[in-house]
């Protein structure tokens, strides 16, 4: 039986923005081992950065944005989920374009590696160093430049934290078209440069199509300016896509221009307990067909995910224990209409037994709270130990297989497997724990779980991109023709290699 | 006062469509006059045609598909609005594309240069030969290969005609994600290489964010296979986005995957009167915040523009004469929502004096005949003699500036001067009729028009691309870091400069 949420769930923040939590947990726990040792990788060939270097760069920033200490540079080193540990010597933060460019033509000239960072919210390792590239912190970049209310155009610099940029343009009738458990943390730039995906690209769309323009600078300290925020625009080719989800080796996003669609006037969500995942799939057909437009996210999570969750960070479910687990939001601009439309839904999937009991609610608080624990799934894993994460795209009808074909495969040598993401994408995300690292389950893992997806011609990932830990995975989402083209257009753009180095492209293409 | 729509205006199908009445008047016309000898163009070193290379084209291809007789070829050296002649003289129809890469794969070799051309709808002269470019024509690439109904995605040859594949959507609930005027002749491939905008991106958004794979063809023949139709696919760079917009100069699209939305169970329109234009731009405020998420279409057109299409080509106008009209366009899944929604808005806009007079309509075959009327606007000036196209976006507030501008810059000189398109994206067509072309007149446009547009921080070219006749103009949009790279990646993917050459590229960059 549905009813109204009407439960006093305290809301607890995305886990994905407390990198609090992970940081906290350094002093307690061992470093992780560094990435270098961990995946056996040879340093290339790049200079060192010297004590005159370091002076440069003093005299372009000022001594308080070139950051050497120790313990300073420690977290940029490090990504959020632990995995990888980098063994940079420097941190730069600029404040500007001009910076930017004079730091790159400097290291193009000198051959300094550089690693872009933004929020550092990345899962594949692409935004820490794997050596000693210089980190380029995005931070002090955090200007809104302009909005235009009537066309909805953003236009900020690539530092700003989605979640900031989000509350700004509410207070203006518009929202971001873009929204992810990390946006508490993540940088706009760093969501171009990998192209992230989220909760509502169901409704709102990807950035390729939202970006509407881009500045970037070249490897060798060229500002590429492509920054109209005009929707239409056929002048010559379409440049600002290089930079969509290329991971900062092709140049490094500084601004952009996106286009945010009007803010909604009512906002409903639904949290049903489904018995199996063929009904997970024919309550999707249903709600694209009986809510249309005004649907704006079908995320779905098996019952591992959301009991795992719930338990690991205390965090309350509103409904009892089901096989599978879907969330429904409506984001429509008349609630009544909207109510209707998902009243007449839930009272069909009622009775025709696709729903077996759920909560919908109109309630801000009370959203949070459910949304929180569907974001939270992203993070709680770690509670357990170690992830392995995996976020692949397959076709609809074969969504959940490697699921089931995975807990076979590893038996007791996980702690948990399971699997939850945006279904509406057809892009699934599949978490195994295990109490520590541990080789024989990797081994078990990959590159088994990509040539599954391969053979259902699916994408080895979705939206968590290529980064440092999936280069030697790329073939078999790419086929040799598409990796040639890729290598041709990073000797185009980056003849030095300098712009984070060991991501994205495997070295043997 | 607003009235459902209830006149019996018969159904005039889109001029755009009608390349026939073009055609059929060169018989009694004088040929346009050779683009080299308008333009002044200097022939490339180019190899040229000989017997040897036809003898190739027909071992690959068969005798039928090489056409070489002077009048079968001329169709295919002409644009639609007459404005430029090429002088090709063989045509090549591939039905695979392995003959494309084949071609492609010779042609590079013995520097032989090629046009590919979809449906010649084209406004910018990028279709058609300059010189004797060797016309690769798609239309017997034109078939459906698969629709998965789930997911909307649609995977199709490039020269299919855009109205074919809607029709064939709308058979399994599914629809385009573009309509544009000229869709009973253009093709997706056409589509998709000039980025084409058209009706409805204000509700669907752009082609960059619809697409979702590609399979397209180097210079050199090398076959590029992003076919994936996964929504989402962050393996590397995303090279679709390459041959999207380029014209065909860096590569030629042969398949593509798109993505269709759910057919809208209730569609209505609204034709409006309006005074100013400032009003025309309050009521686009008005509708995306009453409309919101059904909001489809939002056209204007000048009175001009509707009295000269409705006189020249004899097709009636529902409204009296008012200085602007406003097309307004739902698509939603709910007729009674739908129409709430519209009548609220209409009820306010008709008390707030913003809609003078109008009529709204469900009817399919009496929205078309407004439809028509609309998309009939962009080919009625023909008949006036000679029309001279603009195509521009600007910043919304200053949308209609330029036509008032123009209108007392020419004078008596002009027949007619008329703006119309695409309000919700910032995209103005503006029309000058002449009775016959006019170097006077197109000395006072251009480049006046492109330094008021740039000033204006415009597009010189919103949705129809650079083509021909825009690559002098295109510094007015681009700068240099921009072209520059623009040349880099020219030189990297067609070295030869064999693909669709004097388009998009100006010479001196």
Redesign the interface.
């Known amino acids: 039986m549905i009813n109204m949420y009407n439960s006093g769930l305290s809301i607890v923040r995305y886990l994905a923005k407390s990198n609090i939590i992970v940081q906290g947990r350094y002093a307690s726990q061992a470093l992780p081992q560094l990435s270098s040792e961990k995946y056996d990788v040879k340093r290339k060939n790049f200079g060192t950065v010297q004590a005159a270097d370091i002076n440069y760069f003093k005299s372009i920033l000022s001594e308080q944005r070139v950051v050497t200490d120790e313990s300073d540079v420690l977290p940029f080193n490090i990504d959020w989920i632990k995995n990888c540990r980098g063994q940079s010597k420097v941190v730069l933060k600029p404040k500007t374009t001009e910076e930017v460019s004079k730091i790159l033509a400097y290291c193009n000239e000198k051959r300094l590696a550089v690693c872009p960072q933004g929020g550092n919210t990345g899962l594949v390792g692409g935004s820490v160093p794997v050596f000693d590239e210089i980190v380029l912190s995005f931070m002090l970049m955090n200007k809104i430049i302009s909005l235009?209310e009537?066309?909805g155009a953003l236009v900020c610099e690539a530092g700003c934290i989605l979640e900031n940029v989000d509350n700004y343009v509410r207070n203006h009738?518009l929202i971001m078209p873009l929204d992810l458990g990390a946006k508490g943390t993540c940088h706009v730039g760093g969501n171009v440069s990998?192209?992230a995906?989220g909760l509502r690209?169901l409704r709102y769309?990807?950035l390729?199509?939202?970006l509407l323009g881009i500045e970037a600078v070249?490897a060798d300290g060229?500002?590429?300016?492509?920054l109209?925020s005009?929707?239409?625009?056929?002048?010559?080719?379409?440049?600002k896509?290089?930079f969509?989800?290329?991971e900062g080796t092709?140049g490094i996003v500084t601004k952009l221009a996106i286009h945010c669609p009007?803010l909604?006037?009512a906002v409903t969500l639904g949290f049903f307990g489904v018995e199996n995942f063929d009904n997970v799939?024919k309550l999707?057909?249903s709600a694209?067909?009986?809510?249309?437009?005004?649907l704006s996210a079908f995320e779905m999570a098996d019952r591992e995910a959301i009991t795992s969750t719930s338990k690991n960070l205390k965090l309350p479910n509103p409904l009892s224990e089901y096989p599978f687990y879907v969330l429904l939001e409506t984001?429509?601009?008349?609630e009544e209409?909207d109510a209707?439309?998902l009243n007449r839904f839930l009272n069909k999937e009622m009775d025709s037994g696709l729903i077996l009991d759920g909560t919908v609610t109109s309630e801000p608080a009370k959203m949070q709270t459910i949304w929180n624990l569907r974001e939270s799934i992203a993070g709680a894993g770690l509670l357990d130990g170690y992830i392995f994460k995996y976020d692949v795209?397959i076709?609809?009808?074969k969504y959940y297989d490697l699921v089931p074909l995975l807990r076979q495969r590893l038996g007791s040598k996980a702690t948990r497997v399971y699997g939850y993401g945006?279904i509406?994408?057809?892009?699934i995300h599949i978490n195994v724990t295990v109490p520590e690292y541990n080789k024989e389950v990797s081994s078990l893992l990959e590159p088994f779980i990509f040539e599954e997806v391969s053979k259902l011609?699916?994408?080895?990932?979705?939206?968590?991109?290529?980064g440092f830990r999936?280069p030697q995975y790329?073939h078999y989402?790419?086929?040799r023709?598409?990796?040639?083209?890729?290598r041709?257009?990073k000797t185009?753009m980056d003849p030095n290699g300098i712009l984070n180095p060991y991501k994205?492209?495997p070295d043997d293409v």
């Open positions: 235009d009537i066309s009738n990998t192209n995906g690209l769309g990807n390729h199509g939202s070249k060229t500002v590429i300016d492509c109209r005009l929707k239409k625009d056929n002048t010559g080719y379409h440049l896509h290089l969509v989800g290329s092709l009007v909604p006037k799939l999707y057909r694209k067909a009986s809510l249309g437009e005004i984001h429509g601009s008349d209409h209707d439309k795209s076709p609809i009808v945006h509406g994408d057809g892009n011609q699916g994408s080895v990932s979705a939206e968590h991109g290529i999936k790329i989402s790419k086929d023709s598409a990796l040639g083209l890729m041709d257009l185009l994205v492209l």
